[in-house]
């Protein structure tokens, strides 16, 4: 049960991220700003109807393929309940419940039926296209059993909500401190939906009702917002103040490294109020100072309902939301008092706990974690993360799904005690928690699709090595890392200066990856002309996508990555001119792609460009000369 309620938590993201736009577009059509009222309405289209947009967007997020026609199934389960039930009992109105039970039956009968097979005379009606004739046929009998059921159940909802809007500071101080509390687990998202979308109503100047607490507030009632407004003293102040006492904690020599993360991970709380990369490079180190960090969130709440202080968001309390909605606010200065006073509140408790029970907060990890983590690779970073990360994970044999949220990757696998926390982190992960014994939570940040989607695509082909992967060599064609048993040989003569440059040692690249040899032996050049050619004899067998890379075997077996520059991938292929393709046999020489060096020193880190044999096993790499060297010249470097 707590594995599906994460899942809805998960599936609740696809309809609250339209949220932001619909509180965007009612905010600037009012009369306090542009008074467009065409803008107000496209906004409230969104609002008005987000009992399907729910339907869709959880079944979408359920079906275990993310198919359209799981979204499709949510929908016809939405219009079947609610046309129908209203036959039985004119007064029922489920309102978002009705899309959220839509969206769990459509994406659970999707996942249930989309590969049935029938005889061939009925065949067309097989597969997906049997889903929504399933769900129409089970959403009609359960709205002929809630049509009966449903008003008693709305009493217990109503009663509930009536009890939470009507307690006062207690009951917005609990909300505050189980929005926080539950966090780690995704079940915030739960208790949002309810408090957000549903609890309270209000009859706005068109006569239409509306309920919940943001759709309450943006359509002006003077008694909504007090479940919203302790937020913004926390998400602006409280923990960009935590950020602080985590850098002032951090070890004298590594408060360079970190500053750059907590200044951009505080900038981005205060800003747009999206909190989770602070909370989670804390929450898993110490229940004491999450807990707290709950229990203030709590106190913030209860102060700003005493202060009588009424403010709201479309997305999250962050600055954008507090200018945005200022005019529909009461008293929202006071905010700025209470997030000044909560900061330093923060800074003190944290910054004593942190010291106090010597937490190993971000800059104050002991040697041994920091050795090689949370590096960034050369080539396709995602790629390789997600290749360490199945890995830690115990391989692609102890994982069974992959699922994700907005940070953190929602993980089904078969023995929790083989996921290697260790190995998470140094590959970037900030945290882990075991649910269970077959349910874990990796927090990765706001990239979690993006290394999702490649872990996926990885699984399905079992996980082979990628280009360039630390620390192994890399098959290029096959795709797998191996270690090479064979000796691979290059003689003097068949190898040349790819580039006009000036060679230097491997351990003087400014990366730690290539620096270390982590990649496998080399050398770096500096270059200064603006071709680089084929350094041997041999074959194309990878080029990256960004076209910074390039992998080639020899004739003799021995691979080669030529890698233009240092963070080259974040240029996406700027600066890059290709000259060969994959699988093209090229001769010592060849030109391979041409490089705009001026565009490339002014937007990159630098143009170092290491020169990496990724599968010499047992064998030297003697590199015979240094400093200038024309493209072309050989007698560079020999392997033995």
């Known amino acids: 049960m707590f594995n599906f309620l994460q899942r809805i938590g998960k599936s609740l993201m696809f309809p609250i991220a339209t949220l932001p736009a619909a509180a965007l577009l009612v905010r600037f059509g009012q009369p306090d700003l542009l008074d467009w009222p065409f803008l107000s309405a496209a906004g409230g289209g969104i609002l008005d109807n987000l009992a399907i947009i729910f339907a869709i967007g959880i079944a979408f997020g359920l079906a275990h393929d993310s198919n359209g026609g ?158 919203l ?94 200018v945005l909605n200022y005019g529909l606010a009461e008293n929202p200065l006071l905010l700025l008092v209470i997030g000044l006073g909560m900061g330093v509140v923060y800074f003190f408790i944290f910054y004593f706990l942190i010291i106090k029970l010597d937490l190993k907060t971000p800059g104050r990890e002991d040697e041994d974690d920091m050795e090689n983590g949370n590096t960034e690779f050369g080539g396709d970073e ?15 044999d102890n994982i069974v799904a992959i699922d994700y949220c907005t940070t953190r990757l929602r993980m089904t696998v078969k023995d929790a005690d083989r996921v290697n926390e260790k190995e998470l982190k140094r590959y970037g992960a900030r945290g882990l928690m075991k649910i ?109 996508p960004t076209k910074h890379a390039i992998g080639l075997e020899t004739d003799t077996g021995v691979e080669v990555l030529i890698h233009i520059g240092l963070d080259t991938v974040n240029l996406k292929g700027e600066g890059f001119e290709l000259l060969v393709e994959d699988g093209q046999l090229v001769q010592r020489g060849d030109a391979l792609v041409n490089i705009d060096l001026a565009y490339i020193e002014a937007n990159a880190p630098s143009t170092v460009t290491p020169v990496i044999f990724t599968n010499l096993s047992g064998q030297k790499l003697d590199v015979l000369k240094q400093g200038d060297q024309k493209q072309g010249q050989t007698s560079i470097i020999q392997i033995q």
């Open 70 to 227: 799981a979204a499709l199934a949510g929908a016809i389960a939405y219009l079947v309940l609610t046309n129908s039930i209203v036959v039985i009992n004119d007064t029922i109105n489920m309102g978002v419940f009705a899309g959220i039970l839509s969206g769990i039956v459509g994406g659970l009968l999707y996942n249930k039926f989309y590969n049935v097979k029938f005889p061939d005379w009925l065949a067309f009606f097989g597969g997906r296209r049997f889903v929504p004739i399933i769900t129409a046929a089970t959403m009609t009998v359960l709205a002929g059993i809630l049509g009966y059921v449903w008003p008693y159940i709305q009493q217990v909802i109503d009663g509930a909500g009536d009890w939470v809007l009507n307690a006062g500071m207690l009951g917005v101080g609990a909300y505050g401190f189980l929005n926080r509390l539950l966090l780690p687990t995704g079940l915030h998202h739960v208790i949002n939906t309810i408090v957000w979308f549903d609890f309270g109503s209000y009859t706005n100047a068109a006569g239409d009702v509306v309920r919940g607490e943001i759709n309450r507030f943006l359509n002006g009632d003077p008694t909504a917002g007090p479940f």
């Open 229 to 322: 407004s302790g937020f913004f003293p926390i998400m602006m102040f409280g923990l960009p103040a935590a950020c602080l006492a985590m850098y002032m904690a951090a070890k004298k020599e590594r408060k360079a490294v970190v500053g750059g993360m907590f200044i951009s991970i505080a900038f981005t709380s205060f800003l747009t109020g999206i909190t989770e990369p602070i909370e989670f490079s804390f929450m898993f180190l110490s229940p004491v100072l999450y807990v707290t960090h709950a229990l203030l969130t709590g106190v913030a709440m209860m102060i700003a309902f005493a202060l009588d202080i009424r403010h709201g968001f479309g997305f999250s309390a962050g600055a954008i939301d507090f």
């Open 382 to 396: 995602t790629d390789i993360k997600a290749y360490h990360t199945i890995d830690a994970l115990g391989g692609t």
């Open 436 to 544: 269970n014994k077959t349910n874990v939570q990796v927090v990765i940040g706001t990239t979690v699709e993006f290394l999702a989607d490649a872990m996926t695509k990885r699984m399905a082909s079992g996980n082979p090595a990628p280009a360039a992967a630390p620390g192994q060599s890399v098959d290029f064609e096959a795709g797998a890392g191996t270690e090479e048993q064979t000796a691979k040989q290059i003689l003097a003569k068949d190898f040349a200066m790819p580039v006009d440059g000036k060679i230097i040692p491997l351990n003087e690249v400014p990366d730690e990856v290539f620096a270390q040899g982590m990649m496998g032996q080399g050398f770096g050049i500096v270059p200064s002309g603006n071709v680089v050619c084929s350094p041997v004899d041999g074959k194309i067998v990878s080029i990256f």
